[in-house]
């Protein structure tokens, strides 16, 4: 009988204090003992219940231990990627957000009339955050450091694009005009615009509606004034403005684009315009045209036609706008500008187009992975009139040759060459000035 207890105090001492073998085995063993009469019924419902028990606590501490293994190799519900910037966007694409920005070291020597200084300067240091809430509100807000005050205050804005090929936008941004005016600072083929864009719209506080599609887009809006405007006693100034491109081919590498902007912009309280530009370069801040003050002015409005063209490393642009000024007294008054310019890719790439402006350059090769980066020559001719009536802000032609050089889609090296070929009329009547300046690009 001896071996019997001993045999049964082993079976109960393994069900009771080794749950990891409290299954089937265990109970197997329990129910021979009992069948064979070596348990008793008693010992039998004892065995049986402490069983369950260690069975149950087993469960348990496995369903604790799988939690906290689950919790542990469980995938984070953001995503944190650096690509052109640092975007965080969580799984369900519910909420993305992006960081971004770029810096522009410019330098620049002068020759010719007028007497401007050779210098340096940072021309743009800006950040940005932009990106989705709730899949359909889209925001964005970028600061130029460069600019004090209100005025480094750029784009800030809030959309919604919850509506089929439908944003509509409230805030600071730019009003719908002009394809270099459209086209970032970043992705220009020059380091500046062309001597028209002393007709540029800016940036307003203001509602817009715009569509996009792959061969058309439109978009107008109402405005206010601009971030840094105080009207005083006085009504701000307003506006509206709408651009319509269409693109019958836009492929890769071919693209046609035509566009057609119109703004209006009514003066409030200044009752005042004034139209002025550099000789494209921005270090000496000297304007080489000036109508300088035009007073009793109530509202004047601007009429932009625009063609471009993409034909695989081969690109060309061109615009002319006009500027009509309405006085309260004196005749009224009309200004206008163009531009034409080409560009070619040594090293094969293509400007990108996107929604009826121009986009970043990504070259097929970057420098330190075995490439050269992408190799680009520009020339450009532009022209612009701001003498009319008693008004004699000055006419002035120039020419422009760049050459770009992007090591990776984030930088880019740039230098230029602007010939003034005459001034004629205004304060520098007859200068010929010319510039050779150079810029450092890191944007992401």
């Keep these: 009988m001896k071996w019997k207890n001993t045999f049964l105090s082993a079976g109960m001492a393994l069900a009771i204090t080794n749950p990891a073998y409290a299954g089937s085995e265990i109970e197997t063993l329990i129910t021979m003992l009992h069948e064979n009469g070596m348990v008793s019924e008693a010992q039998y419902g004892r065995l049986m219940a402490e069983l369950e028990q260690n069975k149950t606590q087993a469960a348990e501490e496995k369903a604790v231990v799988e939690q906290k293994l689950a919790e542990a190799t469980k995938p984070s519900d953001v995503e944190v990627t650096i690509d052109k910037g640092i975007n965080i966007k969580t799984r369900d694409e519910k909420f993305t957000s992006k960081i971004g920005g770029r810096v522009q070291a410019d330098a620049a020597t002068y020759g010719g009339e007028p007497d401007m200084g050779d210098g340096t300067e940072i021309r743009r240091a800006r950040l940005y955050i932009q990106g989705t809430m709730y899949h359909d509100w889209d925001y964005k807000l970028q600061y130029d450091f460069v600019d004090t005050g209100s005025a480094g205050i750029k784009d800030a804005y809030l959309s919604y694009t ?91 590498a071919d693209v046609i684009h035509l566009g057609l902007g119109l703004n209006y912009r009514e003066t409030g309280g200044t009752n005042s315009a004034r139209f002025k530009q550099q000789a494209e370069s921005h270090i000496s801040g000297i304007n080489i045209v000036d109508t300088a003050t035009i007073a009793a002015v109530n509202d004047f409005y601007k009429i932009g036609a625009e063609i471009a063209t993409v034909q695989g490393p081969f690109s060309a642009q061109a615009e002319y706008i006009t500027t009509s000024v309405k006085r309260d007294s004196g005749s009224d008054l009309d200004f206008d500008g163009w531009y034409a310019q080409a560009g070619y890719f040594l090293t094969g790439e293509s400007r990108q187009y996107k929604n009826g402006k121009f986009g970043g350059i990504t070259p097929k090769a970057n420098v330190g992975d075995g490439g050269i980066g992408a190799w680009e020559l520009a020339l450009r001719y532009s022209t612009i009139d701001l003498n009319d009536a008693e008004i004699e802000g000055g006419e002035a032609d120039s020419v422009t040759l760049g050459v770009n050089w992007y090591p990776a889609p984030t930088l880019r090296f740039s230098a230029n060459y602007v010939d003034v070929l005459d001034v004629d009329g205004g304060a520098n009547d007859g200068d010929e000035p010319s510039v050779f300046q150079v810029r450092s690009q890191w944007a992401f």
């Design 162 to 252: 919850g509506f089929d090929n439908l944003e509509l936008k409230a805030g600071n941004f730019k009003d719908p005009f002009s394809l270099q005016e459209q086209t970032s600072s970043k992705f220009i083929s020059f380091m500046e615009r062309g001597l028209p864009s002393a007709f540029a719209a800016g940036r307003h506080i203001g509602v817009m509606a715009s569509t996009t599609h792959q061969h058309w887009t439109l978009a107008g809006g109402l405005f206010g004034d601009t971030v840094s405007a105080k009207g005083g006693a006085e009504d701000e100034g307003w506006g509206a403005g709408t651009r319509a491109t269409w693109a019958p081919v836009n492929n890769q």
